[in-house]
């Protein structure tokens, strides 16, 4: 065996320019949460995508089961996998609490207290152009949000998470919470 490393002096491959990734500022996202021009059940989807950042299959998973409204709490503990639509526990296995916003008392109301808050999931396969045309019809332009080039990439529906995590660290949330 050699006594030393011989990939000591190989430099590692030249990955490129790094992307930056979207977040929406609080003025864009009230502009799509304002929209009538964009669906309401998508305008919901976005909303608690952005204040309690969960992954899209999580979002697509709640029950009004996992809602303790007079606890004030949500049990994030399940996600449904993209491709086969079997539900089952979430990435990395890691179930949470979260507390509940005022839209989810509307949702649960509405579909009677019981079983999806969404009967009919309102998202399209294509999440992300899906998001970027609601975004144009509230007229939220910003060039970034749009066009990925060398060191940005456009926006997509997992950014929305990225946007309320973002929104918690600029108003000096403590990181062990935001985890």
């Known amino acids: 065996m050699r006594p030393d490393d011989p990939s000591a002096q190989v430099t590692p491959p030249d990955r490129g320019a790094r992307k930056g990734k979207q977040f929406l500022y609080p003025s864009e996202m009230l502009a799509v949460l304002s929209c009538d021009d964009v669906d309401s059940a998508v305008r919901e989807v976005y909303a608690l995508a952005v ?43 890691r179930p949470r609490r979260v507390p509940v916003q005022p839209l989810l008392e509307r949702l649960v109301s509405r579909v009677g207290g019981s079983g999806p808050l969404w009967p009919e999931w309102p998202l399209v396969k294509d999440r992300s152009g899906q998001l970027r ?7 939220v332009l910003r060039p970034e949000l749009f066009d990925g080039a060398e060191t940005r990439k456009a926006m997509t529906f997992h950014d929305l998470r990225a946007t309320g995590i973002t929104w918690e660290a600029i108003v000096g949330t403590d990181l062990r919470r935001i985890q």
């Open 133 to 139: 045309r609601a975004l144009a019809r509230a007229m």
């Open 51 to 93: 204040y309690l950042y969960p992954r899209v299959g999580e979002l697509e998973a709640l029950n009004c089961e996992d809602i303790y409204l007079h606890h004030g709490t949500m049990h994030i503990h399940r996600a449904r996998h993209p491709d086969s639509g079997e539900i089952r526990e979430t990435r990395g296995n």
